[in-house]
């Protein structure tokens, strides 16, 4: 499966932004689907994941209360929705996917499949 992401940006501290994640390729459903960001001279870290169905989400306790992931199958997208952003949340933020269940996997190598990242910048 290929993925796509978008949706970054600069942003204030306190604002939101809404990133993108498109697959194309083989059936979405069959794809738990996770985000994870990467702040500079830091490793990848886990921010939050969705189940194949939808009905199972899981996130990072640092983003609790603040993000919050959805999918949709029809149009074969993950979005990340980031509402009380901080400087702290400055990275580059990826999507993936795993074949079959996602659970609360948080690690990158428990992911099959890659985007190419997308740079969120909050300015304090």
């Known amino acids: 499966v290929q993925l796509q992401a978008s949706g970054g940006g600069l942003v204030q501290a306190g604002g939101s932004l809404r990133l993108s994640c498109a697959a194309a390729?083989?059936?979405?459903?069959?794809?738990?689907m996770g985000w994870f960001r990467q702040a500079p001279g830091k490793e990848r870290e886990f921010v939050a994941a969705i189940s194949r169905s939808g009905g199972g989400t899981y996130y990072a306790d640092f983003v609790k209360g603040r993000f919050t992931i959805s999918r949709d199958s029809a149009q074969k997208t993950v979005w990340l929705q980031m509402n009380s952003l901080k400087f702290e949340d400055t990275a580059v933020y990826y999507c993936a996917a795993r074949s079959g269940a996602v659970g609360a996997r948080k690690a990158p190598d428990e992911y099959d499949y890659w985007g190419q990242g997308t740079l969120v910048t909050v300015s304090s």
């Open positions: 390729g083989r059936t979405f459903s069959d794809y738990g």
